[in-house]
């Protein structure tokens, strides 16, 4: 696999991208991923014009004036406001491949759950966005490929895909996904969780780019024996009272975060047994043996691989480089579509 780089621009055509609800990454055949910047775009109010893209419109959440809105285009892994991800996805392959683009081949992924309309909206902003030919992989499949499991074998393989918006889980033999379940929950979950947790319990108002901060900082989703450290940590965040709305601040503890993250974190885990539930027995011995990969930012969440290996008497790894993992799966076919043709399937909007 090319060298991983970041926000670099390259000459190659054929490009995989990683389009996710909080972050995309851009994939160059040749170069690696050469672009990851947040899902964001920043527009004037009323209009449907971008003032800005990516980690400069993230920076506008939350401060914005009232004639800039600053929008997530997907939302649950799907395109929601189809203008802005049009314009995101055309700003992010400008960055990506300079100069002509009108023959780049796109391989783009997307949740096992898609309906075809959702797909069409893709294949149609892909489009317009430059590609000359657009192909589709689920993101679970590409999940697999980008954390070096054996698809293509007759081994039953099982990856579970955190993203922002959506949980991919799937059981993969013989290059094709045997069975799988798109669940609706994803990082942004676990930081509403935390929102809604704080203005319920201590009637404060605080924003997602805070709720996201102490997720990185003090989230767990089961006590870790290797790092006792995490539950001594606090944070504190600032925030609106709910009644009177003044500031003021509140010091939360680990142990109160992950109260606050179990239904979302039990969500994820109930869709691992149901998707081992409906697994053929043979592919399920296979996965009892070689264990469950976690991918995705989720699977960054101290704790998770210990709870769900608790919850379902299976061992569970997190992947080498987990938040990039969807995107090395898309670079992987691009790299060679020719032989990994069969995993993906040509696109018309």
């Not at 809105?69 to 990506?96: N, Q, S, W």
């Not at 959702?118 to 489009?127: F, K, L, M, N, Y």
């Not at 699977?299 to 919850?311: K, T, Y």
């Not at 990039?324 to 399937?345: F, M």
């Amino acid at each position: 696999m090319p060298q991983v780089s970041s926000n670099k621009t390259a000459s190659s055509r054929d490009i995989g991208i990683d389009l996710g609800t909080a972050n995309t990454l851009v994939y160059a055949r040749g170069h690696g991923i050469v672009l990851n910047e947040p899902s964001v775009v920043a527009v004037r109010a009323g209009t449907s014009t971008a003032l800005a893209v990516g980690t400069e419109a993230k920076e506008t959440i939350g401060r914005t004036p009232g004639s800039i809105t600053a929008i997530r285009p997907l939302k649950d892994g799907v395109i929601c406001d189809y203008e802005a991800a049009e314009e995101m996805i055309r700003h992010f392959v400008r960055k990506a491949v300079p100069g002509r683009r009108s023959r780049t081949r796109m391989v783009v992924c997307v949740p096992s759950g898609v309906t075809p309309v959702e797909r069409r909206a893709i294949v149609h902003a892909s489009t317009r966005a430059g590609a000359r030919a657009v192909h589709l992989i689920e993101e679970p499949m590409a999940a697999a490929i980008g954390a070096g499991l054996p698809v293509s074998e007759a081994r039953g393989s099982m990856v579970v895909d955190i993203g922002g918006g959506t949980t991919e889980v799937a059981v993969i033999s013989l290059g094709g996904i045997v069975t799988s379940q798109s669940l609706r929950v994803g990082g942004d979950r676990l930081d509403a969780a935390i929102s809604a947790y704080v203005r319920q319990e201590h009637g404060l108002l605080i924003g997602e780019r805070t709720a996201e901060d102490v997720k990185v900082a003090i989230g767990s989703a089961w006590p870790v024996p290797d790092r006792p450290e995490l539950e001594t940590r606090t944070f504190t965040v600032r925030g609106r009272e709910r009644v009177g709305g003044m500031p003021r601040t509140l010091e939360l503890s680990a142990a109160a975060v992950r109260s606050a993250l179990d239904e979302p974190v039990e969500a994820v885990i109930a869709a691992v047994r149901s998707t081992l539930e409906e697994c053929p027995p043979e592919l399920s011995g296979d996965v009892m043996e070689h264990g469950i990969v976690l991918t995705g930012g989720g699977a960054l969440l101290p704790g998770l691989d210990l709870r769900m290996a608790s919850a379902t008497g299976i061992p569970v790894f997190v992947a080498d480089d987990p938040l990039d993992c969807v995107a090395l799966g898309s670079g992987r076919c691009v790299e060679d579509l020719d032989a990994l043709g069969g995993l993906l399937a040509p696109a018309r909007a």
